[in-house]
């Protein structure tokens, strides 16, 4: 079982930063793959972006490349999404999920969810 908690979301400027944080509880958290997913109201969820557990490789949303980065520091059993040059259209409700053992983007293939932190970029 993992159990997974985001912290971190806001009300920010465009252009502005935030970073997000999910902490795991667990003892096999570093066997996961993690990622970030979003939905915004009367969309579905999407994929943000993901790390695998095995050699830190990622991947992300075509949308959020060169403005956010994923990683995770497995001591702490935490993962970070840093959100850099933040744009309305990135306003959602952000989850963590994880999923054995690597990177995928249908958020049905992850197995643990956390509960979510709003993200609100003002124009």
């Known amino acids: 079982q993992v159990q997974l908690v985001e912290s971190g979301g806001g009300l920010v400027q465009a252009g502005g930063s935030l970073r997000l944080s999910c902490a795991a509880s667990?003892?096999?958290?570093?066997?996961?793959?993690m990622g970030w997913f979003r939905q915004a109201p009367g969309k579905e969820r999407e994929f943000v972006a993901a790390?695998?557990?095995?050699?830190?490789?990622?991947r992300y949303a075509d949308s959020v490349k060169g403005r956010f980065t994923i990683s995770r520091d497995n001591a702490l059993n935490t993962v970070f999404l840093q959100m850099n040059n933040l744009k309305p259209e990135d306003t959602a409700v952000y989850y963590c999920?994880?999923?054995?053992?690597?990177?995928?983007?249908?958020?049905?293939?992850?197995?643990?969810w956390g509960q979510g932190t709003q993200v609100t970029v003002s124009s």
């Open positions: 667990g003892r096999t958290f570093s066997r996961y793959a």
């Open positions: 790390i695998s557990w095995s050699d830190n490789s990622t």
């Open positions: 999920a994880a999923a054995p053992p690597s990177i995928r983007i249908i958020p049905i293939t992850y197995d643990y």
